[in-house]
C-alpha cells in the first residue's frame, strides 16, 4: 500500500476514509461514465455522535476503469468488511479516477461538488458547485487524475453536509494489484470511523482528537489483521517487515530509523513535516497497537474500536486510561523500553 495520507480537509486541516456496503440496491451505469451508486443498509444505526449517517457508500468509477468488474469487487470486499466490522458511517463516497477521458472525470467532480452543497447557504447551488471546482487544491487534483498522478487519500468534511471520501487519483494502479486495493479499502474505512468519534476541528493533540500514531498505526495493524483474517497477508511476516523493510509503507524500517533517531516520539506531532511519519505514526504506530493487545493484554476489538467511542464524551486520555487500563504517559515510556529489543524478542508477543 503506497502510505496514504491520512488527512486533507477541506477546511485547513483535514482528515480522512472510506465505507460499507451490505447490499446494492441502485446501480446507474452513465455512457460518459460508470457511476457505480451502492447503499448499505443493515438496518442497523450507529451509535455514535457526529458524522453519524446514512448508512450508505456511493462508488465513483471514471470511464476507462473496471471494465472486468475487478476494480470495484477487490475495493468491495476490503468495505464490506471494514464496515462489517465497524458499522457504517459516512455518507461516504469513493472515487476511483483515471485520464482516459476527460469528459467523465469532469462530470464525476461535478457530482462529487453537488454531494457538497449546502442547502442553506447564500449561494446558489450552481454558484457552490463552480467555487468548488475553482479551488485550488480541486483544480490541481483533477490535473493529477488527467496525467495519471497518484495522489489522494481521505478527506472530510467539518460542517453539514458532513461526509467522507476516499479519493484515488490514479486507479489503474489498484485495478492491477487487487491486494492493496482491498488493503487500501480496509485502511481507509478504520480512518472513517476514528474521525466520526474525533473533533476534527481541534488539533491532534487536543483531547478531543486522536494522535496520528493512533490513526496511522491503529489503522495499519487492523488492515493488515484483517487481511490475514480474510487469508490475503501473512500478519506476522508483515509485522516483522514493518522492523526489517518497512513493508509496503516505505523505507527504512523501524531497525534502521531507530539506530539512527534518537530522540523519536510517539506523541509528537511534527513529523508530517520533518520526515519520519512513516516510520513513526504507521510502523511504530502499528506495534504499539500490538503492544497494547499482546502485552497489555486488552481485546483486539477494544483497542480498534470500543474505546474511540468513548472519546467524544470523555476525551482520548481518559477513554485510553480507562479501556487500556494505564495512562497514556505509563504507556509511551513501557513501550518506548519494549520496542528497542531485538526481532526475536519483539516477535515473541505475537506467537498464539
Ligand atoms: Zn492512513
Same mark, same amino acid.
Given at each position: 500500500m503506497?502510505?496514504?495520507?491520512?488527512?486533507?480537509?477541506?477546511?485547513?486541516?483535514?482528515?480522512?476514509?472510506?465505507?460499507?456496503?451490505?447490499?446494492? !440496491?441502485?446501480?446507474?451505469?452513465?455512457?460518459?461514465?460508470?457511476?457505480?451508486?451502492?447503499?448499505?443498509?443493515? *438496518?442497523?444505526?450507529?451509535?455514535?455522535?457526529?458524522?453519524?449517517?446514512?448508512?450508505?457508500? !456511493?462508488?465513483?468509477?471514471?470511464? %476507462?476503469?473496471n471494465s472486468d468488474g475487478s476494480l470495484v469487487k477487490h475495493y468491495q470486499r476490503g468495505l464490506r468488511y471494514a464496515t462489517k466490522y465497524f458499522g457504517h458511517y459516512g455518507p461516504y463516497y469513493i472515487y476511483l479516477l483515471g485520464p482516459d477521458s476527460e =469528459?467523465?472525470?469532469?462530470?464525476?467532480?461535478?457530482?462529487?461538488?453537488?454531494?457538497? !452543497?449546502?442547502?442553506?447557504?447564500?449561494?446558489?447551488?450552481?454558484?457552490?458547485?463552480?467555487?468548488?471546482?475553482?479551488?485550488?487544491?480541486?483544480?490541481? +487534483?483533477?490535473?493529477?487524475?488527467?496525467? *495519471? =498522478?497518484?495522489? %489522494?487519500?481521505?478527506?472530510?468534511?467539518? +460542517?453539514?453536509?458532513?461526509?467522507? +471520501?476516499? !479519493?484515488?487519483?490514479?486507479?489503474?494502479?489498484?485495478? =492491477?494489484?487487487?491486494?492493496?486495493?482491498?488493503?487500501?479499502?480496509?485502511h481507509e474505512y478504520h480512518h472513517v470511523f476514528q474521525m466520526a468519534h474525533c473533533d476534527t476541528t481541534q488539533k491532534r493533540t487536543s483531547d478531543k482528537h486522536i494522535n496520528s500514531w493512533m490513526a496511522e498505526g491503529m489503522a495499519t495493524y487492523s488492515s493488515a489483521k484483517f487481511m490475514e483474517n480474510m487469508g490475503l497477508v501473512d500478519f506476522n511476516g508483515y509485522m516483522l517487515q514493518l522492523r526489517e523493510?518497512?513493508?509496503?509503507? *516505505?523505507?527504512?524500517?523501524?531497525? +534502521?530509523?531507530?539506530?539512527?533517531?534518537? %530522540?523519536?516520539?510517539?506523541e509528537n506531532e511534527s513529523y508530517w513535516d520533518q520526515g519520519g511519519s512513516a516510520q513513526v505514526y504507521y510502523m511504530l504506530g502499528a506495534w504499539a497497537t500490538a503492544y497494547l493487545i499482546h502485552v497489555q493484554g486488552v481485546e483486539e476489538v477494544v483497542v480498534l474500536k470500543s474505546w474511540y467511542q468513548d472519546i467524544p464524551r470523555i476525551g482520548k486520555s481518559a477513554a485510553f486510561k480507562k479501556h487500556m487500563g494505564l495512562s497514556l504517559a505509563d504507556f509511551y515510556k513501557r513501550f518506548d523500553v519494549f520496542i528497542r529489543q531485538p526481532d526475536e524478542s519483539v516477535m515473541k508477543i505475537l506467537e498464539d
Open positions: 503506497v502510505m496514504r495520507l491520512v488527512m486533507n480537509s477541506d477546511t485547513p486541516s483535514a482528515i480522512v476514509n472510506r465505507l460499507s456496503i451490505s447490499s446494492i !440496491v441502485l446501480a446507474i451505469a452513465g455512457s460518459f461514465s460508470c457511476s457505480l451508486m451502492v447503499i448499505a443498509n443493515d *438496518g442497523k444505526k450507529p451509535k455514535n455522535t457526529k458524522g453519524m449517517l446514512q448508512p450508505a457508500s !456511493v462508488l465513483h468509477v471514471a470511464e %476507462g476503469l =469528459k467523465s472525470v469532469h462530470t464525476i467532480y461535478r457530482q462529487r461538488a453537488m454531494s457538497r !452543497v449546502k442547502l442553506n447557504s447564500k449561494l446558489s447551488t450552481e454558484q457552490q458547485i463552480d467555487s468548488f471546482l475553482k479551488r485550488p487544491n480541486v483544480a490541481s +487534483e483533477i490535473k493529477a487524475v488527467l496525467s *495519471g =498522478k497518484s495522489e %489522494g487519500g481521505l478527506t472530510w468534511t467539518q +460542517e453539514p453536509p458532513i461526509l467522507y +471520501e476516499d !479519493v484515488t487519483t490514479n486507479a489503474k494502479q489498484r485495478e =492491477k494489484d487487487p491486494i492493496e486495493n482491498t488493503w487500501g479499502a480496509l523493510t518497512g513493508g509496503n509503507i *516505505g523505507r527504512p524500517g523501524i531497525n +534502521e530509523f531507530l539506530a539512527k533517531t534518537k %530522540g523519536w516520539r510517539l
